[in-house]
């Protein structure tokens, strides 16, 4: 069982940035995609962007390609989302989740972290 923690999130002007971490506990995620969601008020969730722990495969969303890094760190078991060039509209609860490779559904979440951006 993965147990995931974000922390990062917060305040920011338009045009900042802020880097969002997801540690893991409980086992490694090494056999495990690993994703950053967010959800807005009134909006359906999004998928921003995700990693294969493994060979370090990344994806985007178009919303945030080019401005959103996603990346891992082995020795420390955590997933990070640098987050640059924010925008207002970037404003969300965001959430890592982890799902196993062979599986579909994203199994095991955190407990959001809030994001803010002012313009």
């Known amino acids: 069982q993965v147990q995931l923690v974000e922390s990062g999130g917060g305040l920011v002007q338009a045009g900042g940035s802020l880097r969002l971490s997801c540690a893991a506990s409980?086992?490694?995620?090494?056999?495990?995609?690993v994703g950053w969601f967010r959800q807005a008020p009134g909006k359906e969730r999004e998928l921003v962007a995700t990693?294969?722990?493994?060979?370090?495969?990344?994806t985007y969303a178009d919303s945030v390609k080019g401005r959103f890094t996603i990346s891992r760190d082995n020795a420390e078991n955590t997933v990070y989302l640098q987050m640059n060039s924010l925008k207002p509209e970037d404003t969300a609860v965001y959430y890592c989740a982890a799902r196993q490779l062979i599986a579909s559904e994203y199994k095991n979440w955190g407990q959001g972290t809030m994001v803010t951006v002012s313009s």
């Open positions: 990693i294969w722990w493994s060979v370090g495969t990344t």
């Open positions: 409980g086992q490694i995620f090494s056999r495990y995609v």
